[in-house]
Nanobody, 116 residues
Framework: QVQLVESGGGLVQAGGSLRLSCAVSGTIFSIVTMGWYRQAPGKQREMVATITSELRTNYADSVKGRFTIFRNNVKNTVYLQMNSLKPEDTAVYYC??????????WGQGTQVTVSS
């Protein structure tokens, strides 16, 4: 069974930084595409960043230049480094293992709150 456990969320002032981590088990981590998504109150869940097994990355326009996704295949962990945080980045952040429809996996989410 695939398990994803996020950590690193919290409360930070605007302009500050946070690093999220997602520890993954139950899958061959090195060959899967991983992603970070977020959902703000009253809004749909949206993609923040993804990273493939070949280390190709993709970012939402709203976070380009501020957020960085990277992975450690030895630790089976994917990270999201978030800099220059803005109040509009406030959301629950979810880690996702991308797979065929119906077979992807999600973590439980971690709250990020950015105060102005």
């Amino acid at each position: 069974q695939v398990q994803l456990v996020e950590s690193g969320g919290g409360l930070v002032q605007a302009g500050g930084s946070l690093r999220l981590s997602c520890a993954v088990s139950g899958t061959i981590f090195s060959i899967v595409t991983m992603g970070w998504y977020r959902q703000a109150p009253g809004k749909q869940r949206e993609m923040v960043a993804t990273i493939t097994s070949e280390l190709r990355t993709n970012y939402a326009d709203s976070v380009k230049g501020r957020f960085t996704i990277f992975r450690n295949n030895v630790k089976n962990t994917v990270y999201l480094q978030m800099n220059s945080l803005k109040p509009e980045d406030t959301a629950v952040y979810y880690c996702r293992r991308l797979a065929a429809p119906g077979f992807d996996s999600w973590g439980q989410g971690t709250q990020v709150t950015v105060s102005s």
